[in-house]
């Protein structure tokens, strides 16, 4: 008896799918429009879910990158003069020399030599609430003016916590600072290195010297 139920199940199954692939072939057309459909509703679903993730994480990363900042905007200039001193003795560097304050307060000067004998002057400016007032022009170009005159050096660059990314100013700041041969490590830069402790791509130890002065 379970022989003849087991045979008659399989003869039933064949005829029902039978007439399930002739009844999918002649309405093929629904089926791809219904699966087509199922399927970007999944992919659609999929992707908002991991934008949402990726909204979720990007507000957390940037609510801390602005405490961040806010801690840097408190410190006084000393103590922004040391941590600055700090990033830079992290380089793959053979010397980090610090020349401290002029009375003009352009800002602290450090002299790094790498380890392949490029020399760049880097000024550590503490935002005065005048340097985004002044667009930062005047600091690039002073900064510039000095790479080989004063320093002797194959680069200059330029950390400060003010932005000097904003508005219309950055396409000229980038501008002076590309031909002057000054890197800008401004506001949001300067808080991407201290959080994830890698120095930018112009000062990492494979480049080991500014881009800029590489294309002079």
Not at 13 to 33: M, N, Q, T
Request: net charge positive; hydrophobic share 45%; with cysteine.
């Amino acid at each position: 008896m379970s022989v003849i139920l087991r045979v008659g199940a399989g003869i039933v199954v064949l005829i029902i799918g039978y007439f399930a692939i002739g009844f999918v072939a002649e309405h093929w057309a629904w089926f791809a429009s219904a699966a087509i459909l199922l399927g970007g509703t999944a992919l659609a679903a999929w992707v908002l879910l991991r934008s949402r993730g990726h909204e979720r994480h990007d507000h957390v990363h940037t609510a801390e990158r602005q405490q961040l900042l806010r801690t840097i905007d408190k410190m006084n200039i000393p103590t922004y003069d040391a941590m600055v001193g700090q990033l830079l003795v992290r380089l793959d560097a053979k010397r980090v020399k610090k020349f401290g304050h002029r009375q003009n307060d352009l800002g602290c000067n450090f002299v790094v030599t790498f380890t392949n004998g490029k020399r760049v002057i880097v000024r550590a400016k503490k935002d005065d609430r005048a340097m985004k007032r002044q667009n930062g022009t005047r600091h690039v170009q002073i900064l510039g003016g000095e790479i080989k005159a004063r320093w002797d050096c194959d680069g200059g660059v330029l950390i400060t916590n003010a932005n000097l990314h904003w508005m219309h100013h950055a396409a000229r700041n980038e501008s002076v600072a590309a031909q002057l041969g000054v890197l800008i490590l401004d506001r949001d830069r300067l808080a991407e290195w201290i959080d994830t402790g890698e120095p930018p791509a112009e000062l990492r130890p494979v480049r080991a010297a500014l881009q800029s002065t590489a294309n002079q």
